[in-house]
């Protein structure tokens, strides 16, 4: 049974959500306040956590990039408010996912599984997953070390969510070559780029922003139109 911390101050939706995902094995402790949110997922330590962003004490974007720096598991964003830039805002924030609450049950089920497949995947990435190498790759001063995942750029430490090191860890193994978006869905997420999606796009721009490439004329992970995105492995010599 996987455990969900949902953060919720709507006592009526927080009952009906837990009580639907309480049918299909899924154990959900919902946390009414927003600044208790991190504490409690802390302490509980779930295997997702799920917010809404309308919170009292703290509200969900500050609480999704807080808790991202402490801990490492699936943020889900369910919430009313039907806004591109709060999705991408989201996305930028580190959260794994942003769900509007008139979702259909069933489809929030699947893709909250979707996640926690997602995520128990990652972790057995040493063993299991195509981040084979032992050893660190090393372009210039960036160093990429798949066993500690560890991105190093210079002497900085730079901190990056497990689905962004996921991300760069595809680009830097496939250096020199054009990645296109649906590529990189499938290998990432196991879906196919719609068309619509912007999640990579939003994370090739966290990560640029991350390893101090330009936000206007990219180098080091350069944009190739129409086609997609290429790791430049010449570009991280200073």
């Not at 991190?38 to 500050?62: F, H, S, W």
């Not at 068309?195 to 939003?202: F, H, I, N, Q, W």
């Not at 990560?207 to 991280?236: C, M």
Request: hydrophobic content about 40%.
């Amino acid at each position: 049974m996987n455990k969900i911390v949902f953060v919720e101050d709507d006592p009526d939706v927080g009952a009906l959500i837990a009580a639907y995902l309480g049918k299909h094995d899924m154990d959900v402790i919902v946390e009414a306040r927003g600044d208790r949110a991190e504490e409690r997922v802390l302490q509980e330590a779930p295997d997702l956590v799920l917010l809404d962003i309308m919170l009292p004490g703290k509200d969900g974007m500050t609480i999704c990039r807080d808790l991202r720096s402490q801990w490492q598991g699936p943020i889900v964003l369910l919430t009313s408010l039907d806004s591109d830039m709060n999705h991408i805002l989201s996305l930028e924030m580190g959260a794994s996912d942003y769900i509007l609450k008139t979702t259909p049950p069933a489809v929030l089920l699947a893709r909250l599984r979707l996640h926690l497949r997602q995520h128990v995947s990652t972790s057995a990435a040493p063993a299991t997953s195509g981040l084979t190498p032992h050893k660190a790759i090393r372009f210039g001063t960036l160093s990429i070390d798949p066993v500690n995942r560890q991105v190093l750029l210079g002497r900085e430490d730079i901190a990056l969510s497990t689905a962004d090191f996921d991300l760069l860890w595809e680009l830097a193994t496939h250096a020199g070559q054009i990645m296109d978006r649906d590529a990189l869905l499938k290998n990432l997420r196991g879906v196919s780029y719609d068309g619509m999606d912007r999640s990579v796009d939003v994370a090739i721009s966290r990560l640029r922003k991350k390893l101090q490439d330009s936000a206007t004329e990219p180098y080091r992970i350069k944009t190739v139109r129409n086609k997609g995105y290429l790791f430049a492995p010449h570009a991280w010599e200073n």
